[in-house]
Nanobody, 119 residues
Framework: QVNFVESGGGWVQPGGSLRLSCAAS?????????????TGWYRQAPGKQRELVAS??????TYYAEAVKGRFTISRDKIKRMFLQMTDLKPEDTALYYC?????????WGQGTQVTVSS
């Protein structure tokens, strides 16, 4: 099963921007056969369940949670890196952000990268 290493988190004031990155343990974006599932960014805030924030599939089709539409942009390269550009950040975006394959059986969660939005 693929592993991901996330980076790029930090502290930012409301209205600020951050760009998160993650690297997969294999070159899974080279072909659609190597990546049959969408990949995405999840987040988990203290006391809340983990939620899917954005995903992208091998055709480049994207999904965004309603709370982040228009503010976050997911992308990935053709090898093994995925990105989340976050703008106009709000305090409610504060959470630990993870990369994952988007399917019910994925359970190989990494360390995540912490995003804190506060003044």
């Amino acid at each position: 099963q693929v592993n991901f290493v996330e980076s790029g988190g930090g502290w930012v004031q409301p209205g600020g921007s951050l760009r998160l990155s993650c690297a997969a343990s294999k070159n899974m974006f080279i072909t659609s056969a190597a990546n049959p599932f969408p990949t995405g960014w999840y987040r988990q805030a203290p006391g809340k369940q983990r939620e899917l924030v954005a995903s992208i599939n091998s055709d480049g089709e994207t999904y965004y949670a309603e709370a982040v539409k228009g503010r976050f942009t997911i992308s990935r390269d053709k090898i093994k890196r995925m990105f989340l550009q976050m703008t106009d950040l709000k305090p409610e975006d504060t959470a630990l952000y993870y990369c994952a394959e988007v399917h019910a059986h994925f359970n190989n969660w990494g360390q995540g990268t912490q995003v804190t939005v506060s003044s």
